[in-house]
């Protein structure tokens, strides 16, 4: 493909995921706050109709940070309704998503009724990581040390449930439960950690620095099969484990791991951890998790090629192509290799001719494996706005000098379609 040619249709993806970008904050904006009890209702519908009260805390958090980036990074959001909105969002979170427990540690809800009250606790840390996301980003534009205290709290708290103790999450010891290594654990933490530290001091990012490390290598742990095939979930010595769980494969996982590795490798001038993040965690989920005859990513594959245990494994879901987008173009700006730039208008063709709904102005977020809408709703107990991505793909600091400049994924970044969705297997 020539530079021109290239050029052009960046251009013409930039201005497409700009419009597109419209839509979905004017979607969110008009049906899914509740001004009677705050928060914000999720289970929309395509005509905005809500169809369950229910309050989802991953969603809260994610749409607090949406809205607080949008109007912290963007001009045209830069608007009082924005920023009421958002700190609306933060208000009910600090006010109903924590649960206090005997111990006298704090573990948010999974969800929550309508006027607050908490429905179900996972026995994940999910739930929390959306919650310093939030207050984090809410403090920026607020100015409120509070709120940016309460996020580095309970950053603490997961750091100590993930590295000295997790009984606070509540999962009990089991005999026959084998410790394992689950990559969106580390995953999410180096996502933390890089909100936490960006734009702070260096006191902010040397607090964070071993962390920070010890997240990557944890990710890394996951290359296996000699280089061959990334997987999900791994021994805590960083081996391969036995049966179905062992065997997974998670594409779009992957595939996010590896722009936050290409984010680390950016800051640090790592060569070395970038061509692991592009050649592992973008080209083999990208060869293996493809699907050739119907196009789009699968959404989990068994590396032995057995049939996956996820009944859902053949569907395409929104947010692993969103990762997709932002891993690709990254890749491609960072090392200005044609080849990454053919990856990201495969997925961008497939992505934006499959999950935009032209009457709701967002997108659907589960398709068939042939590409037909399974479920039409707008929004779920893990579907929500798909901004990351787009806002992503509007920015000028990624991308190529005279076209688009995709930098800054949408979990921080500017592609980041992923505000809605994208840990959906952890519940």
Not at 190 to 202: H, I
Not at 371 to 399: E, N, S, T, W, Y
Request: hydrophobic fraction near 35%.
């Amino acid at each position: 493909m020539k530079g021109t040619m290239s050029d052009v249709k960046l251009e013409e993806c930039r201005e497409h995921i700009r419009s597109q970008l419209d839509n979905v904050v004017d979607f969110w904006l008009k049906y899914s706050h509740d001004t009677v009890d705050g928060g914000f209702f999720t289970c929309l519908g395509r005509d905005g109709s809500v169809y369950d009260k229910l309050k989802y805390v991953w969603l809260q958090g994610r749409q607090v940070w949406m809205y607080c980036r949008l109007y912290r990074t963007m001009d045209r959001f830069h608007k009082p309704e924005i920023l009421e909105a958002a700190k609306a969002g933060g208000e009910f979170l600090r006010k109903f998503a924590r649960v206090s427990r005997a111990s006298g540690e704090w573990k948010c809800a999974f969800c929550l009724t309508s006027d607050g009250k908490a429905v179900k606790v996972q026995r994940t840390l999910f739930s929390e990581c959306f919650y310093i996301m939030a207050m984090d980003e809410l403090s920026r534009v607020t100015g409120d040390k509070d709120m940016q205290l309460e996020a580095e709290q309970m950053m603490e708290q997961l750091i100590h449930w993930v590295r000295v103790d997790s009984s606070g999450l509540g999962r009990p010891q089991l005999p026959g439960d084998v410790p394992t290594n689950s990559m969106a654990v580390p995953m999410m933490l180096l996502c933390l950690v890089q909100q936490l530290t960006e734009g702070q001091g260096q006191d902010v990012v040397q607090k964070y620095k071993e962390l920070e490390q010890w997240c990557v290598q944890q990710i890394l742990h996951h290359v296996q099969r000699a280089g061959t095939a990334i997987l999900e979930n791994v021994s805590v010595e960083g081996t391969e484990l036995p049966g179905c769980s062992g065997r997974l494969q998670n594409p779009g996982h992957a595939l996010e791991a590896g722009w936050f590795l290409l984010q680390y490798s950016a800051e640090r001038g790592d060569e070395k951890i970038q061509e692991t993040a592009i050649s592992k965690f973008m080209e083999l989920p990208y060869q293996c998790g493809w699907d050739k005859k119907h196009g789009g990513l699968f959404y989990f594959l068994d590396v032995d090629g057995h049939c996956p245990t996820q009944l859902e494994w053949s569907m395409k879901l929104w947010w692993p192509h969103c990762e997709a987008l932002i891993a690709f173009l990254m890749a491609y700006s960072q090392t200005k290799k044609p080849e990454l730039l053919e990856r990201f208008f495969e997925v961008y063709d497939y992505t934006f001719t499959h999950f935009p709904d032209a009457q709701s102005g967002e997108w659907f977020g589960y398709l068939t494996q042939e590409g037909k809408v399974a479920l039409d709703f707008i929004g779920g107990p893990f579907k929500g706005k798909i901004i990351r991505c787009q806002l992503k793909g509007v920015r000028k600091q990624h991308m190529m000098p005279c076209c688009i400049d995709i930098q800054e994924k949408m979990r921080n970044k500017v592609i980041d379609i992923n505000l809605s969705g994208g840990l959906q297997s952890h519940c």
